[in-house]
């Protein structure tokens, strides 16, 4: 089921050329308010066709709230918004039936639903499914915000081998500074170099991946648990539902393995009154729980797998091996538009774990 | 809860000094014999004091099934095993009540059980509770294997960024090739290499950390589903869930942002009657679904936190801080012992995953 | 969470008053029919304004499908179904958010949600609710009928203490009987008696409670399973989550308590080469799990407590008891319109117990 | 999976003559003191051999607990606790593999588990799987009365038609006065009676069944949910889970169905500074929500199936019918021993519905 969390609950529906996709939010609570235009501008980060490297595509992402919410106000009945879907060319879907697209889910899907599958777009599978979970999540973190003081902040960290500055993983004072700018970076240079790289791809009829970083400050000490309700499980599973995602690391990563134990260990010390660490390679979760300190980390996102290229692929239908040429307009790089959806599901988590307890 | 999975599910119990630990597990096939000294082997493969590199503390890790199983047999009944808890020093822990280890859970589980948490041996956060992962996922694995066709194979990539062969990607054939050894790596002069570092570190009062590499091969096309619903998340929360764990990659992982879509996208192309892709980026599956490659996922281990080196802390009593030396035994690195940890984890995932179809 | 399944999961959303209300149901096969047509006409059981007996409300309950179904065959994605509302009144409703009607859920609700609850028509509480309920279910049980064999009929087995026959619960071979009449009885004269019964009760300004007798034939012996994952308890789950429900009970129910082992065990006897009982006290279910006979339950529905009589209820702000006097148009009855919503729940448990295994 | 809960979770194991039996609670609230001489009396009173009327059978229901427990207090951990089994007859059994015993689960049980299921004492299904429920229920309902003053009570409200009184559903001052007596009703005169028909039916080889009420009092409003949220659905769910139940209700149940809603209706009033209902018929609960009046449930317990007299069945091996004499010692009822069970349910529902919210 595309759902996820426990006491928050959001679930997915909707395909990428159905009527409307949409989300249904449960347990959140009642006797708030949303703020609409809010919502509205951080779904706007994850659009296309905001500037020159995303996909000309106009889609007109504005939620419509059906029910859960009256006079701006949450019921604590089931959230339910759609988003109405319009200027899809399903033509230019019929023939990649029979010749699944390399490194998109057509292939396996199709064996998987025995072909009764919704090819146009990528169906269940397209990145516009992304939008309902920037609904709930962009919700959940109004409310981590104005309520609780948590912040939730991520930047494209590096695309095409490009690095932006990180975060400061101990103090980052400015982890929402991404989020205002038409290129989601710290460094307004990296940026500049990024899109550089992304529209030599786009000439190329190819794609760029890249690395997502992503934070979240303000969480209080003794969130989550141990083994497989350690919060690091619940934010990873959610990551990797987000189309694109390869691979998820917290505080220091995969770098840990080059480490030693006296390199790696976080000392604790007294801040005043407050126990933080001199370092944050724990990202700050220790044993599965929240420590008080920053949770840090990242995810990588693989190239956009629709290229303009001619590529090898199967005819399923005459068992031949073919080349196959997308048409469509695609993204020639989904990092920049991939961060608020990233905001969005660890936001998701977090208020699911919070609620939790 | 510590538990993992829908259809076949465990759920483990017990803390690193309590009477006894364990798991049950429930939604296993009736009728299927279970191979007990096979189990064992397999669990042998995680025990301490296997060779110089680890904790010279003795476990007898023999599980005792108390249900589910008679003559050797499943019943369908919840299988339930436990291990009885022997030879821990519990007198080395008490003085660290008030002085939480560096990058342990000491500190936030004092917080979240009110101080509550027994913490003698780590508790509940104690590497020694993968022992009963091993139980479940070892009767998971011979089913696999048994009935299924389908092996699971890890090693130790790195450790202390010696790297081991990596498997190819497309046709790994030897995946369980380091299940026999001393030292689980695939060439025998990495292994060696590896053994000094440790050893090295282990004279420094130090530890060091790794990657493991973890292979699924035979495992049929179309299991998994769209967005939440992938085999990434599953696997990825599952493999969070073992403690010193700091990131998880599938296929090409973190590499795939520095490469372009012409690169990583894998071609399908026909090998006789069977689809396959040239390469295997993808990891074995796409849109969270099978596409019938071998699944390949690694993961990154923390060096043990666990130091003879004095380190810095805080006493949460007077509340300065102060320097902390750990007495007691400990692995130098756990990256050789979490390896059949990994195989067991991902073998639940699979049964889970297959069972649910 | 307003969802039941594991499996084939539904989910509910609206509020009476909402701009739609509808449901998403998750794992529903691939590649199936689902026939609109019977879809409407058993959707149409549930409206109102049926006949003389039911509230003169009209509800044109057309679901409309936004997403799971292309060409009317199922896609494998979520199909999600609204139904808009229409014809509310929602200025009945505004005078009640202080004086709560008795045997509502105004009260217990408006503290819950601490009177953020959306009241219109009892909002997340309306009976209105279970139309969505009838969407998912109606799909369910088309399937099940279909594709499995499995057959499920339910009847106004008695209202105010007048009583319909009951079903031959050994082989009840006409339990679709009252699918076609306008009055679900099997007893045309019943059904006439009972009816005039409730039309009494609305000349009095009041209203009458009854008993529901659903059967479900063609299930396979060998569905469910001991304690908590017996399927008595799946139903019945269901079962209270339909407004209005007091009791419910299996095979002899509460009649069990006056009878002996020796009259109220079901004897086996072979039937050529099947097992059979002579008697089904046990209501087709032994151990939780199916036996091969007719599944019987009976559910308990209590009078509509809104009644147009005076009541004597409190006014939350003044804090002073005050008679009330309920305005707007109701059932006098809902047990005939209740059939179709517990055939509905019935349906969907039957058929995520069958996926589930 | 024999599991209920949501946010406290129990997980029952073992068969009736596995070597143990237990259960693993997980989610129970850290530094806690559990009471275990309190528990084991609590446990006493559904042990056999009490008194004449039940079976002879002597079980040394002693939990041990092996893990989640210190010093007397819980650590935060999963509480697992176990009972040794001892004083089986085993080879009682064995001649009914193939004569299915009338009314039990042999027969569904034998093909949904191929025959590999524990047949010995019935397995998986036995009554003796209630003890474990009573090791977890007996800790919640402790911590529900000492935290919370939330008390639950339980009584034989019939057995053989013979009627004890009822609680007073307004206010029932003395829900706990069955605890401390041999035979558990409210009149003692009553129970004299019950224990004379049990007595008579045991000297007939046969058994009878009966009802046992239910009151919780003590819960906050607001507690609950819409819909499949509902408390009915969570307790009864929970209530079916217990072997030999046939049927639940809450208030006024069934009777309901022949009430109007003038009579049916609990009108609210004030009392001091509460909000009251005058009657309750709906027994605590309005919308699936805690209205803050008692909780009163019915259960329907049937006769024990096991009885002396022959009885008529199949041959699964020469596929005929044949007569059955069922040998071991069995009770000619289990109303008396349910009743603690049916608290220990309850209680576990309880626990887990307040630390959800």
Do not use: W
Request: net charge negative.
């Amino acid at each position: 089921m595309s759902s996820m969390g426990n006491k928050v609950k959001i679930e997915i529906f909707g395909e990428s050329h159905s009527a409307e996709i949409g989300m249904t939010m449960t347990g959140f609570p009642a006797g708030k308010r949303i703020d609409e235009d809010e919502l509205y501008r951080f779904m706007l980060r994850r659009a296309p066709g905001r500037n020159a490297t995303s996909t000309p595509r106009k889609e007109a992402d504005v939620p419509e709230f059906i029910c859960g919410i009256v006079d701006g106000i949450t019921t604590g009945a089931p959230i339910t918004a759609i988003i109405r879907n319009t200027n899809q060319h399903s033509k230019d879907y019929e023939k990649l039936r029979n010749t699944p697209r390399p490194s998109h889910a057509d292939f396996a899907a199709a064996v998987k639903y025995s072909g009764a599958n919704d090819i146009r777009g990528g169906g269940a599978f397209s990145g516009r499914m992304t939008a309902p979970i920037c609904i709930g999540g962009g919700i959940a973190k109004q409310f981590l915000s104005t309520e609780l003081g948590i912040k939730i902040g991520a930047h494209a960290l590096a695309i095409a081998n490009i690095y932006d500055d990180a975060f400061d993983m101990t103090n980052p004072v400015d982890i929402c500074v991404a989020e205002d700018k038409d290129f989601p970076t710290i460094s307004d240079d990296a940026g500049k170099k990024m899109q550089e790289a992304i529209l030599k791809a786009k000439a190329d009829g190819d794609s760029v991946g890249g690395i997502i970083e992503c934070a979240i400050t303000g969480v209080p000490v003794g969130y989550g648990g141990p083994l497989f309700d350690g919060i690091e499980s619940k934010i990873a599973a959610a990551m990797f539902g987000i189309p694109a995602v390869k691979g998820v690391e917290f505080g220091s990563g995969f770098e840990c393995a080059k480490m030693r134990g006296s390199e790696h260990n976080d000392a604790f010390l007294y801040e005043g009154e407050k126990v933080v660490t001199k370092t944050n390679n724990s990202g700050g979760i220790q044993g599965g729980i929240t420590n008080g300190m920053p949770i840090i980390f990242r995810v990588a996102i693989k190239p956009t797998p629709s290229i303009a290229k001619p590529q090898s692929t199967v005819n399923l239908e005459t068992k031949e091996n073919v080349t196959l040429e997308i048409g469509g307009r695609h993204d020639p790089c989904i990092v920049a538009r991939a961060v608020p959806v990233i905001e969005a599901a660890a936001a998701l988590c977090l208020l699911d774990l919070l609620e939790e307890k």
